[in-house]
């Protein structure tokens, strides 16, 4: 029976998220859960991390889905610039290194957000390092937020990129999709053939809490309860919202995806181990034990 593999998005416990980061350790403690793969991201690819993970694959059994890349220097993320040919040369070297045949664009640099123009330029440079790094036998994704669901004639943004592009894949992300205002299993089984990728994250509304000395009597005090009640969308554990995630994960199977991401951008409070402990049991409720 045709399976996928699940793995974790680095993200969800990146060095900033954590008080102290070692990159195998990070692997044992994943394993001690259940899951044996990762994709990475926001972690620096220094000489101590990228044999830490490599450490991972030949002692725990790890498999590295994809690394980060980006189209153009952003001093967050620094190394990753596909841009600059001596960050290019070190990403694949690494990538070959971790046996990783995937690199993926976490997002569309700033300008391209707010300008479509700039959205197809950055398509279309995206497309290019796309047909290059093929040659090195690596495949390029992007992966979505929920800006990209803006409309420009009448049509997504998202789908004005795929239209511009030929070599460049798409990383799905069902959270992103579906607080974008569309439906996560519609739009992935759109994208059937250009998903290796597919990115485990829930969406839920979470508790309301008036801000403390609201005096709801006055316009400023209306206006604070609705900001509270503007932004109680929250990053759920798999199972833990309101998605069809089995449904999701089928399309995504069905449509091509190979790997299956859990990650969740914010905890609000909680160990980021013990939420992907609560995806991964509930992933195995819903019948993907034999995908970890």
């Known amino acids: 029976m045709k399976k996928g593999l699940i793995g974790v998005q680095m993200s969800t416990i990146a060095p900033n998220k954590m008080p102290r980061f070692d990159a195998y350790e990070s692997m044992a403690r994943l394993a001690?859960?259940?899951?044996?793969?990762?994709?990475?991201?926001?972690?620096?690819?220094?000489?101590?991390?990228?044999?830490?993970?490599?450490?991972?694959?030949?002692?725990?059994?790890?498999?590295?889905?994809?690394?980060?890349?980006?189209?153009?220097?952003?001093?967050?993320?620094?190394?990753?610039?596909?841009?600059?040919?001596?960050?290019?040369?070190?990403?694949?070297?690494?990538?070959?290194?971790?046996?990783?045949?995937?690199?993926?664009?976490?997002?569309?640099?700033?300008?391209?957000?707010?300008?479509?123009?700039?959205?197809?330029?950055f398509a279309k440079q995206a497309d290019d390092f796309a047909c290059q790094l093929k040659e090195q036998g690596i495949d390029l994704y992007y992966h979505n937020h929920h800006f990209e669901f803006a409309r420009h004639d009448g049509k997504f943004l998202m789908d004005i990129i795929k239209e511009n592009t030929k070599y460049l894949g798409f990383e799905l992300d069902i959270h992103w999709i579906y607080r974008g205002g569309v439906d996560p299993v519609k739009f992935i089984n759109e994208y059937a053939g250009r998903i290796r990728l597919l990115h485990l994250k829930d969406y839920r509304i979470g508790h309301m809490a008036m801000p403390e000395g609201v005096d709801m009597s006055t316009r400023e005090g209306m206006m604070a309860a609705y900001s509270a009640m503007s932004n109680i969308v929250e990053f759920a554990e798999v199972g833990e919202g309101t998605l069809d995630i089995s449904a999701c994960i089928e399309a995504g199977l069905a449509g091509g995806s190979e790997y299956f991401l859990v990650e969740q951008d914010m905890t609000y409070g909680r160990d980021p181990f013990d939420c992907l402990k609560t995806s991964r049991d509930n992933l195995v409720k819903m019948g993907y034990g034999d995908w970890f």
Do not use: H, W
């Open 32 to 121: 001690d859960i259940g899951y044996k793969c990762i994709e990475i991201s926001q972690v620096p690819m220094t000489a101590e991390n990228v044999k830490g993970f490599r450490r991972a694959i030949d002692e725990l059994g790890f498999n590295v889905a994809s690394t980060s890349a980006l189209t153009a220097a952003n001093p967050m993320m620094p190394g990753c610039d596909m841009s600059n040919p001596d960050e290019m040369k070190k990403m694949i070297e690494d990538a070959k290194y971790l046996d990783c045949d995937m690199f993926r664009i976490g997002a569309m640099p700033m300008e391209a957000r707010f300008s479509l123009q700039a959205a197809v330029d």
